[in-house]
């Protein structure tokens, strides 16, 4: 009951970090409240995202056979697999990762529960420490769960810092002091500070050095249990450091065998990206793709047909960056990554933004204005600043474009007049503002302009992502190459992984549909 109250969040981590099967098995535990413990660089984006119910749309899933029934167990240990799969893929591709204490809403009846069982702990034990003579059986406790929790710490070769807390926190001995009345407990205190300063991270250090400061011997186990707690996160984020480099060489294999162990139990769990890979399919089939049939079609082999699977695989891809979350369930395959293609989604939805008006101010400015340095990050700021929270239900996009001409407006004219131009006249001003408000359209010509170029350079990057050379810039975006080519490579980067992967499914999924694709090509043919 002590250590369930007192480390309730408490990381074992693996003493040696070097080997992967331990580490893992140490990390297992940390999977519940892996969804809390994410560090994520971009909270104001990850904030916006509202993630579909796959359950409330499986009315729009393809059909197919049923899947057998399956007991508790298995859908337990179903779970367990798909949860470790999620931990290691997040260990993979986000080079920030990080393990937090979970931290309970402030006014939840749990985190009431915990301060009220904690806060009569913590009286007992004052109590206790307060009777004359002294009675010492929860501070022994809470000693003999500080020695665990110091043994922890230690690795294989830590033997002489081992003996020496199994010696001074010997409780046999210690109940023989408190029994005779000889205990100190102030030395084994400064004992355990003192051990805690050399096993923790020097970012620790103020932390030790405060708890010196405390004279009061329950306020000072309190603090002594809140700095183990955070030596243990410390440890757990080492052993994820230390685990990342094997688990990628690893994790491809691994994510691969969890999906297809998921796919025994569930067979119906293909249904999403079926239909993904289709309408991508059918999307190059409208285009009249030069990547699909012929080049598909009877006695295509080898290169050809691995061509026509990646240019439909490209274009499927693309897709998720133009997906509706709110409406659609995610492709099974790429579900753990959702969030990561959403945010690049709403960014590059933002860019958008900021390359039409750019582009449209630098044309009502002309020529005087292209090769000033600095405006174009001005502006890129000011449009940045004034469409901050653009996804959210409450942004009032007419309102900010308003606000944003007028801000453009003056900007523009500062520089003018600071380079020897002449500035706006009023309806030149008027003209600006008038497009930079017509950015709310839909139907914007100049915002389509600009989406297609950024459509197609992702697609080119896509299509040489092995390559050494990357794409050229289209005409239009070299405002905005920089942010544009850093969202590229976060997208290659996840495509590749994902491609590394599951590649195997989509080339079982696209020999179908494009097999279904060329007998219709060819029945058609035989017709006319």
């Not at 250590?3 to 990390?27: T, V």
């Not at 139990?265 to 991508?280: G, Y």
Request: charged share 25%; with cysteine; hydrophobic share 40%.
């Amino acid at each position: 009951m002590m250590i369930m109250l007192l480390e309730e969040n408490q990381l074992k981590m693996s003493q040696n970090p070097d080997e992967l099967n331990s580490s893992e098995e140490k990390l297992s535990g940390l999977e519940d409240d892996q969804e809390e413990n994410l560090d994520n660089s971009d909270q104001s984006i990850r904030k916006r995202i509202r993630q579909s119910a796959p359950g409330s749309h499986r009315d729009e899933t393809p059909k197919s056979s049923p899947s057998r029934p399956v007991s508790i167990e298995e859908l337990m240990e179903t779970a367990k697999g798909v949860t470790n799969m999620a931990l290691a893929h997040e260990i993979v591709v986000n080079g920030d990762f990080q393990i937090k204490p979970a931290e309970l809403p402030e006014h939840s009846l749990e985190k009431k529960v915990r301060d009220i069982v904690h806060k009569a702990f913590w009286d007992c034990l004052e109590a206790q420490l307060k009777d004359d003579p002294p009675t010492y059986d929860h501070a022994i406790k809470l000693l003999g769960e500080i020695k665990e929790s110091l043994l922890s710490f230690l690795l294989p070769g830590h033997t002489r810092l081992r003996s020496q807390i199994t010696e001074v926190l010997d409780l046999d001995l210690i109940k023989q002091e408190a029994e005779n009345g000889a205990l100190d407990i102030s030395k084994l205190v400064k004992f355990v500070i003192g051990m805690m300063g050399t096993l923790c991270a020097p970012a620790r250090d103020e932390d030790i050095k405060k708890l010196k400061d405390i004279n009061e011997i329950v306020p000072l186990f309190r603090a002594i249990f809140s700095v183990l707690d955070l030596m243990k996160m410390d440890m757990a984020n080492f052993a994820v450091s230390s685990i990342r480099p094997k688990l990628m060489q690893q994790s491809a294999e691994y994510e691969r065998k969890k999906f297809q162990e998921f796919l025994e139990k569930q067979p119906n769990s293909l249904d999403l990206v079926t239909k993904w890979l289709q309408e991508a399919a059918d999307d190059l089939a409208k285009l009249g793709h030069e990547m699909l049939p012929p080049h598909c079609g009877d006695g295509a082999t080898g290169g050809a047909s691995a061509l026509c699977f990646t240019a439909v695989q490209n274009q499927a891809y693309l897709k998720l960056l133009k997906w509706d979350h709110m409406n659609r369930p995610f492709p099974e395959t790429v579900l753990m990554d959702q969030t990561r293609f959403l945010e690049m989604q709403l960014e590059l939805e933002q860019l958008l933004v900021v390359g039409t008006v750019l582009l449209v101010t630098f044309s009502a400015a002309g020529p005087a204005l292209i090769d000033v340095p600095g405006f174009a990050e001005k502006i890129k700021t000011i449009v940045k600043v004034l469409l901050t929270g653009m996804h959210l239900p409450s942004f009032n996009l007419k309102e900010s474009l308003a606000t944003l001409g007028e801000k453009v407006c003056a900007e523009v004219n500062s520089c003018l007049s600071q380079h020897g131009f002449t500035p706006f006249s009023a309806e030149r001003e008027a003209v600006l503002k008038g497009q930079i408000q017509a950015v709310a359209s839909p139907d914007n010509s100049i915002c389509k302009l600009i989406d297609s170029r950024i459509q197609k350079f992702l697609e080119n990057y896509l299509a040489s992502s092995h390559q050494k050379s990357l794409p050229a810039i289209p005409g239009g975006l070299g405002p905005i190459q920089r942010e544009l080519e850093e969202i590229a490579a976060k997208y290659i980067r996840l495509v590749n992984y994902n491609r590394m992967v599951f590649s195997p499914y989509y080339d079982a999924v696209l020999g179908k549909i494009l097999t279904k694709e060329e007998s219709q090509i060819v029945g058609k043919s035989e017709e006319s």
